[in-house]
């Protein structure tokens, strides 16, 4: 027994815990810890919280209960500790996983924390965590969860960096209760110790509200894994009861309506290179192509328009919407088609079809004026006005049959600096993208557009796009050449 142990260490260790009262065990028992190794026929040393006063943690390496049960189901039940070559994020390490993770996986290990300490590599908050999509094989964290101020936003954070089939496994309070208790009123130091039973904790979890929580931002689960430990084995290790959460990072992304409408609009707002029609990150995604449409995601080829637009109304729509979408990238297609009235279902024969555009007709005004009357709940002309002959006539149309709570999102080639809109239909393809930067537009607005838009019938919401635009300048995602102005119904 402890052979792998400095005999004259394990000397210090048995007279170290018999000075913590540590009482002999019945004959023939032992307990182990399956980090260090350390087995002994004394009980553990005692581990005291207002919570808690048992004798778990490890006399040799300082483990507790909870930590030799996250090893244990790392060991057992996962084969990341047969490979050497996997990249591991660890949250709140322990002294014990640190070392035994730093020796087998040197730099592909790093542990982190909100605060510099012995064992963290680098300090890292969860809500914004500095690493690409798809970096990490597996992500440790232990009781870290329950810290956390947005816990939802950590959650997506995580599934970003996590490769497809990557793991999240992780360890927090939670009892099996209806729903996570969480309350915005239990605000104070005296109140969380109170009611969360630990000064900084900001929740007690509800067990299946986790699942719930890990399977909305996509994961798949594994559940009830600590129930299907041998009794011998939880005894032997001296491992803890509570639930282990596993989240699974697919192989492919869910295409769900659940994600859509919780997929975090803070995160297009403040992530430089974050295209959220195809959900990657990339410092080198975005390039400049000179056109109206600049910007275009190397990935999925959106432009800075389609990603504009999206984040403006994701929030708003679900799956009942009915949307009208004009010339917007494929990218921003196949995100829409998710929603079964995208371009159908619209009463009468209003079935739009997304065909080439053309300037010398009436084609869209005729379909449109065969639309019911404030049937509509989004219509997004996406640099498709300045391609029409009866632009006016056409937001007039788009008024009528727009419903009272409904949107027009107006995404079109405009110079601010122009009082009024300049026009050259006649114009022929090189032309047209030599003086207006795009081969099917015919004009460029100026701020007539926004007269347009109130005499049609419109509020703007954004009555500053100059404003709107500056504001966008740091933004390489949703960088474009024109202002989006947002309209809802007088």
Not at 62 to 70: D, E, G, I, Q, S
Not at 146 to 163: F, G, N, S
Not at 233 to 245: A, K, R, T
Request: hydrophobic share 30%; with cysteine; aromatic share 12%.
């Amino acid at each position: 027994m402890n052979e792998h142990i400095d005999s004259r260490q394990v000397e210090k260790i048995i007279a170290f815990q018999k000075e913590h009262n540590c009482k002999k065990l019945d004959e023939n028992k032992t307990i182990k810890c399956n980090i260090c190794g350390y087995e002994s026929e004394y009980e553990f040393l005692p581990y005291k919280t207002r919570n808690t006063n048992t004798k778990q943690k490890c006399p040799n390496c300082y483990a507790l209960k909870r930590t030799r049960l996250l090893y244990y189901v790392l060991e057992h039940y996962t084969d990341y500790l047969k490979h050497d070559d996997i990249r591991i994020l660890q949250t709140s390490p322990t002294t014990s996983l640190y070392k035994r993770f730093k020796s087998q996986y040197h730099d592909n290990y790093t542990s982190s924390d909100i605060q510099q300490m012995p064992q963290v590599d680098e300090i890292i908050n969860l809500e914004e965590i500095p690493y690409p999509d798809n970096t990490f094989d597996l992500i440790l964290s232990k009781h870290v969860l329950e810290h956390v101020p947005d816990y939802p936003k950590a959650l997506r954070e995580i599934y970003r960096v996590l490769k497809p089939g990557g793991k999240i496994i992780f360890l927090i309070p939670s009892l099996d209760i209806p729903k996570t208790f969480e309350f915005p009123q239990i605000n104070t130091p005296e109140l969380r110790s109170r009611y969360y039973r630990q000064f900084d904790h900001l929740r007690y979890f509800g067990i299946e509200n986790v699942y719930k929580d890990l399977e909305d931002t996509g994961f798949d689960t594994i559940k009830n894994i600590e129930k299907k430990i041998p009794k011998d084995d939880m005894i032997y290790y001296l491992l803890s009861d509570e639930p282990v959460y596993i989240g699974i990072k697919p192989e492919k992304p869910k295409n769900n309506i659940k994600n859509i409408e919780e997929d975090p609009k803070i995160n297009l707002q403040t992530r430089k290179n974050y295209c959220s029609l195809c959900e990657n990150e990339n410092p080198e995604r975005f390039k400049d192509t000179g056109s109206t449409h600049d910007y275009v995601c190397l990935n999925c080829y959106s432009r800075g328009d389609d990603r504009l637009i999206y984040n403006e109304i994701y929030f708003d729509i679900n799956e009942d919407s009915i949307i009208l979408n004009f010339n917007s990238s494929e990218a921003m297609e196949n995100k829409f088609k998710k929603y079964k009235n995208y371009n159908k279902n619209i009463p009468e024969k209003g079935f739009i079809q997304k065909t080439k555009l053309k300037t010398t007709n009436n084609e869209y005004l005729d379909k449109l004026q065969k639309i019911q009357d404030k049937s509509v709940d989004f219509i997004i002309s996406n640099h498709f006005l300045d391609r029409q002959v009866d632009d006016f006539k056409i937001l007039r149309e788009f008024n009528r049959i727009l419903k009272s709570s409904g949107k027009l999102l107006i995404k079109e080639t405009t110079d601010l600096d122009l009082e009024y809109k300049i026009e050259a239909p006649e114009y022929n393809r090189e032309y047209r993208r030599f003086f207006m930067g795009n081969h099917d537009t015919i004009k460029v607005y100026g701020k007539d557009l926004l007269h347009m838009c109130h005499f049609a019938g419109f509020n703007i919401e954004y009555e500053d796009p100059e404003k709107q635009i500056n504001n966008l300048q740091s933004i390489t995602s949703q960088r474009t050449k024109a202002p989006l102005i947002i309209c809802t119904k007088k």
